[in-house]
């Protein structure tokens, strides 16, 4: 699969991001589509499988690094730093009777739309599209093949 290079633009900065996409030979991954991105040559994140934007959820911590704390925008969430999963969640994984989804759907539910005192961690969800969150990040974009 050939590897495809973004020039991204904002504020004056200029950024080259790669995207290397491949097959997944590993034992439990086995044909899973792969994508990893680079930015100016250093690797910044992969994902892998199918069904979703692979290269906007690639890039998607990077971008994490771009939020300015005024953002608003769909596919943000602001999280708090200090959040612990409540005792009932981890007691009913003890237990046996949860496994894991309990656990992200309170991690989501205690999370904001807005950034607050306490919610000061953005959260970029990638699958939500490479274009929209670029757009929504305020870069000018230019692919270069």
Known sequence: MANKLLKL???GKTYVVEFR???S???NTYG???VTAS???VKVGGANGGGYDLQGAA????LETQV???DEFSGLTWHDPNYKTPKKVVDREKAGKSFGLERYQAFYAASSSKRTK???MPRIEGATGLSHLLNALGFETQWLN
Do not use: C, F
């Open 68 to 70: 300015k704390k005024t």
């Open 118 to 120: 306490r919610h000061t």
């Open 32 to 34: 899973y589509n792969v």
């Open 39 to 41: 930015v100016d040559g």
């Open 59 to 62: 890039l998607s911590g990077w």
């Open 21 to 23: 996409s491949s097959i």
């Open 25 to 27: 030979r590993a034992r």
């Open 9 to 11: 633009t904002r504020n």
